[in-house]
């Protein structure tokens, strides 16, 4: 069997599986719904919500003109993510053979293959949709480097005055405070806090949250193993994380932060297409294999161009809890 003949290793079905591939359960994916771009810019409008009020006029008199929302349009080129990997020989060998067992082998092997290669995207897209929350995506890598700041202001980037990690903490007081300035700049409700599970304890230990909560502490404790709810915020416990090559695992939601957003839609992913003729310039992933004559070989590709954008910066407070 020629490497060509199977079909697996033909772009357009390459493309198609692993766009099929199923997503991690990534909670930050869920917070960037995607949207498809022609180009590799991303274009996108800082909105800034007006808290003004209309003004009365009298009967049939002309009606008053009111300014336009206040908007900051940016662009950003987008980060490609592309990464191939050379099949291994027993790959090589069951593409070799004629059968339709042989060939269910080597589609196998060469979708486990694949499937690597798309993890590694899924997961520094999440990290990016993560670090894009702080309020900056900074890439700073040997060959690429490039940053993009999203405009969220000082105060809604706030360093707590006593470490939650201090059982005497006023995390009360300071979830309290947050909320007001969420309400007051966005004017919607904060409704979720994002934490990770060292945070978490720290909440536990917390003589204020204990007597303020009392016995439904304990209670929500004992179903969920962790604090749900409090002053109405809802508390999610994000441990999922990476591990970088050569390196430790590392959270997505670091001991030192915490992360307080609103319920409604602030952000999103701009998917863009790929540059590969091949890929009909289709926005999402794409995949190709090809033959090297020396060192002989087949070679998978996955290529992503996408960005993570913020279009409601008041919608987010990343707060520092370990000062």
């Known amino acids: 069997m020629a490497y060509g ?9 390459m493309t198609e599986v692993v766009r099929k591939f199923p997503t991690p359960q990534f909670i930050g994916k869920n917070m960037f719904p995607e949207k498809p771009i022609d180009s590799n810019t991303a274009v996108w409008e800082e909105v800034h919500g007006n808290r003004d009020m209309a003004d009365y006029v009298v009967p049939d008199g002309e009606g008053n003109i009111v300014a336009r929302l206040g908007v900051q349009q940016k662009t950003s080129t987008v980060a490609c993510l592309k990464e191939k990997k050379q099949l291994k020989g027993s790959t090589l060998a069951w593409l070799r053979k004629v059968g339709t067992e042989h060939t269910k082998i080597a589609e196998s ?3 486990e ?16 949709r993560w670090q894009a929350l702080t309020g900056t995506l900074t890439i700073d890598q040997a060959k690429v480097k490039f940053s993009v700041d999203y405009g969220i202001d000082a105060t809604h980037k706030p360093t707590v005055g006593t470490a939650w990690s201090d059982v005497s903490a006023d995390i009360i ?3 309290a405070a947050y909320k007001e300035i969420m309400q007051k700049d966005s004017s919607e409700a904060a409704t979720t806090v994002y ?8 909440l536990i230990k917390n003589t204020g949250l204990k007597s303020l909560m009392g016995e439904q502490l304990k209670t929500q404790i004992l179903q969920s193993g962790s604090i749900t709810r409090v002053l109405g915020l809802n508390f999610v416990v994000y441990d999922t994380g990476y591990v970088p090559a050569g390196g430790a695992f590392t959270k997505f939601v670091d001991d030192g932060h915490v992360f307080m957003v609103t319920n409604s839609t602030f952000a999103e992913e701009q998917i863009a297409p790929s540059t590969d003729p091949k890929s009909g310039y289709r926005p ?3 995949s190709k294999s090809w033959v090297e004559e020396d060192p002989a070989g087949i070679w998978i590709l996955i290529e992503l161009n996408s960005l993570p954008i913020i279009k409601r910066v008041e919608n987010i407070i990343y707060i520092d809890i370990l000062p």
Request: charged share 30%.
């Open 195 to 202: 934490l990770n599970s060292t945070v978490m304890s720290y």
């Open 113 to 128: 293959e694949l499937e690597d290669l798309d993890s590694r995207l899924e997961f520094r897209r999440e990290w990016a």
């Open 5 to 13: 003949e199977l079909s697996i290793l033909q772009h357009q079905v």
């Open 173 to 175: 007081g300071d979830l």
């Open 109 to 111: 092997a060469v979708k």
């Open 284 to 286: 999402g992933k794409f």
